[in-house]
């Protein structure tokens, strides 16, 4: 398959935060054309993504995974629900002995202290109590994956050690779990440094989002006040610190969607076609990357905003981010970043379309809102609001995938 590519760029202001912090508790920063910029990690909106496909209903829960170390608490409830009458405990051993045949390793946790197991058992820690086998690190499994390998364990729940003992047994369990990836794992991949034969490429590179403007954190001192105080107790309850800033950021993901049609193979349901899966994951992926939102301290700001611009495109050459045009950071003299931030883009995109990019095969769509993004409107075809958007986006995606090569 020829490689082809979605380019999703977005332009949005959030305004006090504290979206993603650092080891110290204030907002990631980064140093970008000189000044200090507000920074959200693309590990963190990844996993606002991810959240997302399922908060939202954009994907059907039987087309997602989950990431865990617990995979073998996962697996035995699985296996229980299939067959009751395997006793949790020992769903728990088929759980450990199937996952650790599939070739990942686990272990059972170091327990605490004396000490502090005591003080644990004393307060009901079940988890101290009962260590329970783990994986060493995390681990995606999709949901047909945990479904197959639980019927793996039931059907050789007789005498797992024996069925194991099996070589086409031995092939078929590692083949379950290497097959039928969710749209999650097709998505952002799976890495798996001691068993490399599990890993998936990721089909999404996410940036991380910087502020087209200099940004320096603040610090908000606060009070609260104890409800239950007399007049004879004045001052208050609690004291504390937050920091926080607001920005205009720049957003942007590049999906190689050759990749995700590789990764999702023969596709999750037995009578679509190859192109309708992947369709459903660019879509998803769209919208999702788009309207998400990490949720750190969102109790404390609020910060519940939505992109102003959004620009798409589908190209055959490599990704390219339109960072660039914010090297030389907004200055916003005359208040507020959005609207130079657009025409910064607007005048910058072109510029890089005519020197790198591939005219007769690049499709570009746009979604604004307001006119401070008026200057955006000529970039591409304009959508009137996300759905429209994301049906465009799919509808070119499956056109490209069932085009003769």
Partial sequence: MNRFYLDVHALQTVPPSNLNRDDTGSPKSSVYGGVPRARVSSQAWKKATRDYFKSESLLDPSELGVRTKKVVEVLADRIHERDETIDEADALEL????????????????????????????????????????????????????????????????????????????????????????????????????????????????????????????????????????????????????????????????????????????????????????????????QGFVESLPTGKINTFGHHTLPDAVVVKLRTTRPISFVAAFEEPVRGDLGGHMSEACARLAEYIPDVERAYGDEGSTLTWVLRVGPNTRKLAGIGTESRNIGELVASVGQAVAERLEKPE
């Fill in 95 to 286: 759980a450990a002995e199937v996952i650790a045949a599939t070739g990942l390793k686990i272990e059972v946790p170091k327990r605490k202290s004396s000490a502090k197991k005591s003080a644990a058992e004393g307060e009901g820690d079940e988890e101290t109590q009962d260590a329970l086998p783990q994986a060493k690190y995390l681990v995606f499994l999709s949901a047909r994956q945990l479904d197959g390998l639980a019927r793996f364990a039931v059907e050789g729940a007789a005498d797992i050690a024996g069925f194991l003992k099996d070589k086409e047994n031995k092939a078929r369990v590692k083949q379950i779990a290497d097959t039928r990836h969710s749209v999650d794992i097709a998505l952002f991949g799976r890495m798996v440094a001691d068993a490399t034969d599990f890993n998936v490429d990721a089909a999404v590179q996410v940036a991380h989002a910087i502020s087209v403007h200099r940004v320096d954190n603040e610090s908000d001192y606060y009070t609260a006040v104890d409800d239950r105080n007399k007049d004879s107790e004045p001052g208050a309850g609690m004291i504390g610190t937050v920091d926080f800033n607001s920005a205009t950021l720049y957003r942007y993901a590049a999906l190689g969607v050759h990749q995700l049609a590789a990764n999702l193979g023969e596709g999750l349901r037995e009578e679509e076609s190859e192109a309708t899966p992947v369709r459903r994951a660019a879509e998803a992926f769209v």
